[in-house]
């Protein structure tokens, strides 16, 4: 996509359709995800990693942006997220990896000797 076009034709082609957005549980992190508003009803994968996040049941690509500036301004603009919460969703993250790397590799032994 051009690099002026507009946010919500990125996250809309990101998510593949039109998108509801989701809070953290903790309203202390700044962030925001996007996910696709009927990824549940069309049959989407679920998101463990975004469930996880955003403590509720989410199904579809999630995009998660910062909603606040590098002064801790929120502008309604849409920012890098801050460290903390970068480092937060890794967190998350890291384990869900984990798993799914084991289970491919399982897979991938299972299809070797079958």
């Given at each position: 996509?051009?690099?002026?076009?507009?946010?919500?034709?990125?996250?809309?082609?990101?998510?593949?359709?039109?998108?509801?957005?989701?809070?953290?549980?903790?309203?202390?992190?700044?962030?925001?995800?996007?996910?696709?508003?009927?990824?549940?009803?069309?049959?989407?994968?679920?998101?463990?990693?975004?469930?996880?996040?955003?403590?509720?049941?989410?199904?579809?690509?999630?995009?998660?942006?910062?909603?606040?500036?590098?002064?801790?301004?929120?502008?309604?603009?849409?920012?890098?997220?801050?460290?903390?919460?970068?480092?937060l969703?890794m967190?998350?993250?890291?384990?869900?990896?984990?798993?799914?790397?084991?289970?491919?590799?399982?897979?991938?032994?299972?299809?070797?000797?079958?």
């Amino acid at each position: 996509m051009p690099e002026d076009t507009p946010m919500h034709e990125v996250i809309n082609a990101q998510v593949g359709g039109h998108f509801d957005s989701v809070y953290p549980m903790r309203r202390e992190q700044k962030f925001v995800g996007y996910v696709n508003d009927e990824g549940l009803l069309l049959g989407l994968e679920p998101n463990a990693l975004a469930s996880a996040i955003f403590g509720r049941f989410l199904c579809g690509p999630c995009v998660i942006i910062g909603t606040v500036n590098e002064h801790g301004e929120e502008t309604g603009e849409d920012y890098n997220l801050l460290r903390n919460d970068y480092e937060l969703i890794m967190r998350v993250a890291q384990p869900m990896l984990m798993w799914r790397d084991t289970i491919d590799q399982q897979k991938q032994v299972e299809e070797l000797k079958g």
